[in-house]
């Protein structure tokens, strides 16, 4: 008996307004958090029961597929050395883009192969000039749900007469979608053109299994296969459902070459121990659907970096020894993979601790990271700046004590002081009693946290909790996003260490004060403003909890906007969870400054496209990239803080 091959195979063509239509017009009866759930169940079974599957696949194999050779590889090395065998003097193979082969290119290429590659690449028409109207993008508001019925199966079978002859010498490696350790059903979720020439007319077909992708029977690999598709939002069509799938199969509409040998690679390449690790375990629940890459900003704009969901690799190269592009260090930690993400996996929280382990081992972190890594231990303050200046730009006399303080954070005290002069003013204007820490005042630590510098992050966080916590105060407020995040979670999240006061970010203050009728906006401004939502007052927002338990600030800093007489307020396409960081954050401005101002960039045009004057947010960091974008790219567009622009209205 033939071992069964499925090809989930989306039929997007190319006329877009017909497939968007069609998506728009299904009825919906299906529900995302449900849908996701079930794929949760399916992962954690599939981790939880690892070695039991093997051994299972690995039995069924051997009983009803003898004619398979069942091979187990280490390592990208050991597959390369089956492809060798395999390949004879040719080295040249055919392969499909999945995760797991796409991590093999690089040593394929060294290896002196010469790589087939057949895409079909029907989202080139979504994608035109401006990376910024991606596809996904371009879907948004048709339903999950019209996406999840928009499947067609291809499948391929032995049975019946054989055909073609396989082209002798012609390798083909396919990484599968999914694979049932029940019967061996092998899914794939591929544009079928992409690998039927392929399956058909190869002598040898090299079947590549990761090993998170063996699951427990046909049933879960065509949900977990269907998902891979749908969350990718590859899929338009026909319904598609385990009958229709068994129907096909039973016809065997496809076959393989008469004389084609085929292989299953069950592939470990660190996977074993990523599952032994309790803090990185759940990146083997990853179905490789690629949602993560095309949400994260610094896919489109830093070129060397693979994105969110090469996710092994990055910990292959950080636990394994093995030589990466330092890849770990290109992300902002900005989460917006995360809230896109199926499996909701905490790609940022992995990054961090990634990076945390290489400065461990004094593999890290980069340079330029390591200069204010320095500076904050010398000077308090990443910025090279001498500590007793820290609050130069302060013209003002403040009480001593107070029950509230003004945490103004290092980026408004060394480069941005109209901000911490604003918060300062609109707290005077507004009559609060507050003071601030002076020279007791730290950095945060959030740069540090981020790359990876926990020591230093330490000391400071101890310094800052013990005299906040010490000064009898009630609440802390900060106008800055990066530290109100480190202040409000990571010193309790990754130090254990709690600041007794309230947190507040200057919005979340303001807003109340504008609906009792204390903050009153008296003068005009006849402006089109929209916001940018600072990842670390959206997204991060206490990160340990399941994604949409978090608070965020989303409301408060646009409640204020509008309460502005006159001012036209609006939204960018891309806001709230689906905000586009700015791409300073995780050291990335530090490391990677011009891949940071062509994200900036990328806001920039989204706020220019919207047709905005002045380009609002609430965070020094973003005011300060973001303006870099403008500067550099001489774009018109003011950008400013929420501070700021409160402060002309006084
Ligand atoms: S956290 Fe942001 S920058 Fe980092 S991988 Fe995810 S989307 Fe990309
Ligand atoms: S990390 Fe999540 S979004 Fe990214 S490929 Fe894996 S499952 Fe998909
Ligand atoms: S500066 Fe702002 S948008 Fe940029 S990474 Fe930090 S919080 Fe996110």
Redesign the pocket.
Known sequence: MPIPIVILNPTVGYKVPQILYAFRQRPSEFNLEEIKARLRDIRKYSIERLDLLIQRLKDVLHERYPEVELIHADDAKDVVKVLKRICDQHKKVSINKSNTVEQLRELLIQEGFEIDEAYYREFEGFIPTKGRRSYWQMLRGVTFEAKWRSFVSTPFSWDGERSTEGKEGEVVLLGVSAISAEDGTVFFTEHSRNITRGLSEASHVVLLVGLEKIVRNREDALFQARCTGSFGFEAISSELNLQSVEQDLSIGRRRLGSNTRVYVILIDDGRKAVRERDDFKELLYCIGCRTCNAVCPLSYTHEAYEGPRFWLKRFNEAFKGARGLGETWVC?T?RSCEVHCPLEIRHANHAVNMRKHLVKEGRGPLPPHARFGKSVKENRNPYLEPHEKRFAWLKERLPQRAKMIYFVGCTACYRQHSIAESTVKIFKSLGLNFSILGQEEWCCGSPLIRTGQWDIALEVAKHNVDVINNSGVELVITSC??CYITLSRDYDEVFNLKIIPKVLHTAELLHPLLEEGKLKFTKELNMVVTYHD???LSRSRAAFLPERERPKVYEPPRAVLEAIPRIKFVEMPRNRDEGW??????GVKAAFAETAVRTALERVKEAEEVKAQALITA?P??VR?LQDATREYDRPIEVLDLTEIITRLL
């Open positions: 902002t900005c996003a990066g600072p990842c670390h960081c700015c791409g300073a954050g995780g965070c960091f973003c990239n």
